[in-house]
């Protein structure tokens, strides 16, 4: 059975770090494209990173300019997992933040990667509060 299962998210002060955790099952991770999302209250899921399978040894990862020189997307084949480590948080980085992947399919290639519409599975999604 295909599932994305986020966890890490918590409660953080300005300026602190959380790593989030985005273990697959039923498909293997660097078969395919994956992406890291967010939805703050009353605003849209928007991209904030993502792994682009090019091919069956290049990918290329992209950040949204929001979070670029904070956030580092990593993955490790092994654990069949994505994480997503950030830093220097700030209060407005407030949100659900969701682990999504194009199973079965090809693309996206490139940074259209960060687009939600992309993908065909997601995780339940985990909250990040960053707050004082």
């Known amino acids: 059975q295909l599932q994305l299962v986020e966890s890490g998210g918590g409660l953080v002060q300005p300026g602190g770090s959380l790593r989030l955790s985005c273990a697959a099952s039923?498909?293997?991770?660097?078969?395919?494209?994956i992406g890291w999302f967010r939805q703050a209250p009353g605003k849209e899921r928007e991209g904030v990173s993502c792994?682009?399978?090019?091919?069956?040894?290049?990918?290329?990862?992209y950040y949204a300019d929001s979070v670029k020189g904070r956030f580092t997307i990593s993955r490790d084949n092994a654990e069949n997992t994505v994480y997503l480590q950030m830093n220097s948080l700030k209060a407005d980085y407030t949100a659900v933040y969701y682990c999504?992947?194009?199973?079965?399919?090809?693309?996206?290639?490139?940074?259209?990667?960060?687009?939600?519409?992309?993908?065909?599975?997601w995780g339940q999604g985990t909250q990040v509060t960053v707050s004082s």
């Open positions: 999504a992947a194009r199973v079965g399919q090809n693309g996206p290639n490139g940074p259209n990667c960060l687009s939600k519409d992309q993908y065909n599975s």
């Open positions: 039923g498909f293997t991770v660097d078969y395919y494209s």
């Open positions: 792994i682009s399978r090019i091919s069956r040894i290049i990918s290329r990862v």
